[in-house]
């Protein structure tokens, strides 16, 4: 293990699986690719489960589980779905000692053996909406991985629902990409940039793909949930089919969305600093520890016994952790959990003790000294504004890392040299958007809900556009 | 679907099958021996999730998650253990177009992937104890398969825990048996026997295993989990080694245990009747049921109202649904909720209000007028007879149908007419317990905590023995 954190500005790459490293989050499988979640890092996936399970559930959605194995032939039911898929699936030839009749493909989505099930659960609109959620581990073959941002097998939620109606389906799209978009900003404090994917860049077989798309802080996007329309294409190859209210006989209209354990790298590398992880509160397993400064074969009863009182006063709001090894000192201490990212230390030492105060050290260095009688609000107080500023300074990056640009020249040196975000005029074709990537390796992040929209002419080969979409580089 | 659920005394195997069909707990998947765990059945595993996590994490327990992928090598070191599991194995022989160098296995327990970390997380006795619980699928290739009893995949947990001493990890090996004997006996409302493997019937590379054996309505018994002590075999295969408190490099002690869907089974085998499923009030998602009695084409206003207010006064401490669907009969809606096994049906109609009553009808059949400013308090009182209602009837069940036996010819005639467990005489060789197995299909189930200790001779070969063991035919 390094000994340090490498710096960003020395090293972004190493800083972030240096931080990664300290903070205990994952470690590197045996197995190429694959990832270990750690303690501290399962912890954080609990908190994606605990929020994203309470909204979900609040808007009629189920859990179930579906088999992770899918018979080959079923990949290929749909075109662009197998086209897109094929190359990265792992393949389980053999079972019980013996070769199969049918390879079996370890689930890199589940759109088809979902549908194979909706297909006889569905007889009537009154099976309708069908609104099923899972959480599952899934497997992309990759030969370029990077800790929770593209690892061969990844923990997520993939929800998948059927409709009445087409306008049913849209709205059902949009309200879960809502819903992702309400959980990154207000508990994971990530601004993002909601919208919708182009052609290229939507998932194999749906009809349109919303993204939410987030800036790290080496100013690379990075798409932090999707949630896709598929119209009737996957229930015409499936043959999912109702009783409507006439008494006709039609396809059901669908979604699919989906977050993965990627969101805990956009969350590292969205607030995380020099010194280790950051969390902001609302993210964090435990907001607040307590280190009680104690002395070796001393009488340490005193300052223990405020610790506690602390402790008392802080857990009916918060989830805290009273430190009172004697076996490492407070400045052991202190480092260790700056590493781990714990948004607020309470430190009750035996000096500030005697005058009726401790001292509380956010996470981003700000300390003061609060009376003990007042720990309690003032942690609430203190977490709240904590968060807010977590938001504020990504949301500030985010804004001023966003640039309009109309020469492709400056564009070009910019996004190699300065990064971030760039709001460019497109004619829409393919042909430009490839042109772009090739040259400048920056893709079409999305077409912005909140879309210039205005007449211009296409950065790159001058034909009319009617609003700029973003184009970035991207993990 | 079949339209009616098969009595049991017509064909238990059969009634198990449409009772799961009926309650819409689970599916048959398109891949071989893969079960759907459909809405209704995932919320009971969300239960048990529930249940065991506040368990494992009040004991100082951690979550994470290691990788579904095996290299096929890692398997081979520990002799027992690949004996054990290689015949049952999925394996990945191609990845993302390529045949694979090393083939990969689909995990079917993880204590060979785990153990690879730990030799890199544990280097000293301050690391100590480490405890950790994973979540997770994993595969066993299996000919025979059964709804949740045996399936090709299943999801379980499964706890791999380090320490520093013997006494230390036996002690833990111990104490998590009791958290899955409290969780089963007081939530799931399960009577199970405690006990020990034979040497035959243990885990596949344990030193020990301890388990909970249950008996379903057949009279079979049913393993509802189990507990291994590993002492320091695996340990010294993945070398995993830590300086103690003497400075000494020594070998860490270790356990594994788990719990799986087929806990699910044993709730469905152990309740149920011929109307449908039954879950005990802890076990159950939803507790208690409202149904006004609506009339089609009238003001139905005032039911409406006063099933609100029966709503409000128990969702304080129940999880309720009000079912207030005009298009069903109330008819309709008590056989739906039947079938689904809700532990309590509130009937709240027209004539019983008008006099200030409703009706609370149990699962079990017993029907009460209730005061309507009582239904409350009547609904906790009810559920928590209820509970103990079940575990009564159940625990009667294994108590009258465990027998002690000194002749073979009668014991066999018995388990084969009468099934159920037989205490016997067994003088511990291998010899006898094969023998006995092909000839009544019975197997020693454990050696029990309260073992009736007493000399007495084999009930095989006359041989001395010093107590008896527990013998049945089992799921």
């Given at each position: 293990?390094?000994?340090?954190?490498?710096?960003?500005?020395?090293?972004?790459?190493?800083?972030?699986?240096?931080?990664?490293?300290?903070?205990?989050?994952?470690?590197?499988?045996?197995?190429?690719?694959?990832?270990?979640l750690r303690p501290n890092g399962y912890a954080l996936w609990e908190?994606?489960?605990?929020?994203?399970?309470?909204?979900?559930?609040?808007?009629?959605?189920?859990?179930?589980?579906?088999?992770?194995?899918?018979?080959?032939?079923?990949?290929?039911?749909?075109?662009?779905?197998?086209?897109?898929?094929?190359?990265?699936?792992?393949?389980?030839?053999?079972?019980?000692?013996?070769?199969?009749?049918?390879?079996?493909?370890?689930?890199?989505?589940?759109?088809?053996?979902?549908?194979?099930?909706?297909?006889?659960?569905?007889?009537?609109?009154?099976?309708?909406?069908?609104?099923?959620?899972?959480?599952?581990?899934?497997?992309?073959?990759?030969?370029?991985?990077?800790?929770?941002?593209?690892?061969?097998?990844?923990?997520?939620?993939?929800?998948?629902?059927?409709?009445?109606?087409?306008?049913?389906?849209?709205?059902?799209?949009?309200?879960?990409?809502?819903?992702?978009?309400?959980?990154?900003?207000?508990?994971?404090?990530?601004?993002?940039?909601?919208?919708?994917?182009?052609?290229?860049?939507?998932?194999?077989?749906?009809?349109?793909?919303?993204?939410?798309?987030?800036?790290?802080?080496?100013?690379?996007?990075?798409?932090?949930?999707?949630?896709?329309?598929?119209?009737?294409?996957?229930?015409?190859?499936?043959?999912?089919?109702?009783?409507?209210?006439?008494?006709?006989?039609?396809?059901?209209?669908?979604?699919?969305?989906?977050?993965?354990?990627?969101?805990?790298?956009?969350?590292?590398?969205?607030?995380?600093?020099?010194?280790?992880?950051?969390?902001?509160?609302k993210a964090a397993p435990i907001q607040v520890v307590i280190v009680?400064?104690?002395?070796?074969?001393?009488?340490?009863?005193?300052?223990?016994?405020?610790?506690?009182?602390?402790?008392?006063?802080?857990?009916?709001?918060?989830?805290?952790?009273?430190?009172?090894?004697?076996?490492?000192?407070?400045?052991?201490?202190?480092?260790?959990?700056?590493?781990?990212?714990?948004?607020?230390?309470?430190?009750?030492?035996?000096?500030?003790?005697?005058?009726?105060?401790?001292?509380?050290?956010?996470?981003?260095?700000?300390?003061?000294?609060?009376?003990?009688?007042?720990?309690?609000?003032?942690?609430?107080?203190?977490?709240?504004?904590?968060?807010?500023?977590?938001?504020?300074?990504?949301?500030?990056?985010?804004?001023?890392?966003?640039?309009?640009?109309?020469?492709?020249?400056?564009?070009?040196?910019?996004?190699?040299?300065?990064?971030?975000?760039?709001?460019?005029?497109?004619?829409?074709?393919?042909?430009?958007?490839?042109?772009?990537?090739?040259?400048?390796?920056?893709?079409?992040?999305?077409?912005?809900?909140?879309?210039?929209?205005?007449?211009?002419?296409?950065?790159?080969?001058?034909?009319?556009?009617?609003?700029?979409?973003?184009?970035?580089?991207?993990?």
């Amino acid at each position: 293990m390094a000994d340090r954190i490498t710096p960003r500005e020395e090293d972004f790459s190493q800083w972030y699986l240096d931080v990664i490293q300290h903070a205990k989050l994952a470690d590197q499988a045996p197995v190429r690719g694959c990832l270990v979640l750690r303690p501290n890092g399962y912890a954080l996936w609990e908190v994606v489960q605990a929020e994203l399970n309470r909204k979900f559930k609040e808007t009629g959605h189920q859990n179930a589980y579906f088999p992770m194995f899918i018979p080959e032939s079923f990949l290929n039911l749909e075109k662009d779905h197998v086209e897109g898929f094929a190359p990265q699936c792992a393949v389980v030839t053999h079972g019980g000692g013996k070769k199969l009749e049918e390879a079996l493909i370890v689930r890199p989505t589940s759109e088809t053996i979902i549908n194979s099930m909706y297909s006889k659960w569905i007889k009537s609109y009154r099976d309708l909406p069908l609104l099923i959620n899972q959480w599952a581990n899934v497997c992309r073959w990759e030969m370029r991985t990077r800790p929770f941002l593209r690892t061969m097998e990844f923990l997520w939620q993939e929800g998948h629902t059927c409709h009445e109606t087409e306008d049913d389906a849209r709205k059902e799209t949009l309200r879960m990409l809502d819903i992702y978009l309400s959980f990154v900003r207000d508990v994971f404090a990530i601004p993002v940039i909601p919208g919708k994917k182009t052609e290229s860049e939507k998932f194999a077989g749906a009809e349109e793909t919303y993204c939410l798309e987030a800036m790290m802080q080496d100013k690379k996007a990075l798409q932090a949930a999707t949630s896709h329309y598929f119209g009737q294409r996957f229930a015409k190859v499936f043959d999912i089919k109702f009783q409507d209210r006439n008494s006709q006989v039609q396809y059901v209209y669908q979604t699919s969305w989906g977050i993965s354990w990627r969101i805990l790298g956009a969350l590292i590398m969205t607030h995380s600093d020099d010194q280790g992880l950051v969390l902001p509160p609302k993210a964090a397993p435990i907001q607040v520890v307590i280190v009680p400064i104690l002395q070796k074969n001393k009488d340490n009863s005193t300052v223990l016994e405020a610790s506690e009182k602390v402790k008392q006063a802080i857990q009916k709001n918060h989830s805290v952790h009273l430190d009172d090894r004697l076996e490492h000192s407070p400045g052991y201490k202190f480092n260790e959990y700056e590493l781990t990212g714990i948004p607020m230390r309470v430190e009750v030492g035996p000096r500030d003790l005697a005058n009726g105060f401790c001292v509380l050290a956010r996470r981003d260095g700000t300390k003061t000294q609060v009376p003990l009688d007042q720990v309690g609000e003032e942690v609430t107080k203190q977490l709240a504004d904590f968060q807010k500023a977590l938001y504020s300074k990504a949301s500030d990056r985010l804004t001023q890392n966003t640039h309009i640009e109309n020469e492709y020249a400056t564009f070009k040196e910019k996004v190699e040299t300065l990064g971030g975000f760039y709001q460019l005029h497109w004619c829409e074709s393919r042909k430009c958007e490839d042109k772009i990537k090739d040259d400048t390796k920056a893709t079409i992040r999305c077409v912005p809900f909140a879309q210039i929209r205005e007449a211009g002419k296409c950065i790159s080969c001058g034909s009319e556009s009617k609003g700029r979409v973003i184009f970035a580089k991207n993990y």
